[in-house]
């Protein structure tokens, strides 16, 4: 074996160690993707036990995750991330425990479904919940809608607890990718300040594995110049940390945006209607598949 070969194979078991993949195209994507541009496929669970619009059936909310994560699975998705999207109105920074302990029972279950890699998003910004839930279910990664800095949202100031979430997953031991949003949607900032300035700090200050640009809200689409800001900043600072599309993706934009994105992570593009809360349908699913790679997966 050559030295560089020797070389290579080290920096392969680092970025292994470090539970991450490093690609053919010199991307960093969190651990368990094959491919280089993964589509990750939104899972918005129903109202938890708790909440206001829970309809009383745990089964159900059991039931409707398994069937648009199988939707999503055999539509060719790379990856599935479970979110507690019915318990509006959501708490703030931190979820009762039952909530906890409902999402890991569900993920857990999930896990047991599937072999792609699944990720947690406990909203409104409860980066300590959804790190326990990977943890516990051997998740892959996290997504964090505030990890660094502040915004103003319908549930108040939210502020980043990047130091307190960081610290954690290396108490936990825990093999998990940080997903962190950078001018989140559903939300304002609380002073204006450059782009590229946020995104490092995400990077170098807040350790994020991934970077996600979004629209202004759910299902809203990405405004172009802002994601290009963003990459232009990413790469200023580390090309090799991912940046993902995380609203308004669809059939028909997801080619143009893989031409500048690392991945996108799409949830009302996948639903029957491309209404949120509808069921995913599967035949969207294989549709926005073939578009982002020429042909269904």
Do not use: C
Request: net charge negative; no cysteine; proline share 4%.
């Amino acid at each position: 074996m050559t030295a560089d070969s020797h070389q290579q194979q080290r920096e392969w078991q680092l970025a292994t160690d470090q539970g991450k993949l490093v690609t053919d195209g010199g991307h960093v994507v969190p651990r368990g993707f094959d491919n280089e541009n993964p589509l990750i496929g939104m899972v918005h669970l129903e109202a938890l036990p708790g909440a206001p619009n829970y309809q009383g059936a745990r089964e159900r909310i059991k039931a409707a995750m398994l069937r648009d994560a199988s939707r999503l699975e055999a539509g060719g998705v790379d990856g599935i991330l479970v979110e507690n999207f019915g318990n509006e109105p959501f708490y703030a920074e931190d979820v009762p425990k039952h909530v906890v302990a409902s999402m890991t029972a569900l993920v857990r279950r999930l896990k047991q479904k599937t072999d792609l890699p699944v990720g947690v998003n406990v909203l409104r910004n409860d980066a300590e919940a959804a790190l326990s839930i990977a943890a516990a279910t051997n998740a892959s990664f996290i997504r964090v809608n505030v990890h660094t800095g502040e915004r103003v949202t319908d549930q108040g100031r939210l502020n980043g607890r990047a130091a307190e979430t960081v610290r954690l997953r290396d108490r936990l031991d825990a093999d998990v990718g940080i997903l962190a949003d950078v001018d989140v949607k559903h939300s304002a900032p609380v002073t204006k300040r450059p782009v590229n300035e946020k995104v490092r700090e995400l990077i170098e200050r807040g350790h994020a594995d991934g970077i996600i640009a979004s629209g202004a809200g759910t299902g809203r689409k990405t405004d172009r110049k802002h994601l290009e800001a963003v990459i232009a900043a990413r790469d200023e600072s580390n090309p090799d940390v991912p940046v993902y599309v995380g609203s308004g993706v669809t059939a028909e934009s997801v080619s143009d945006t893989l031409d500048v994105a690392d991945g996108v992570i799409v949830g009302t593009g996948l639903k029957e209607g491309g209404e949120t809360k509808a069921p995913v349908d599967e035949d969207r699913v294989r549709e926005l598949v073939g578009a982002a790679t020429g042909s269904p997966r």
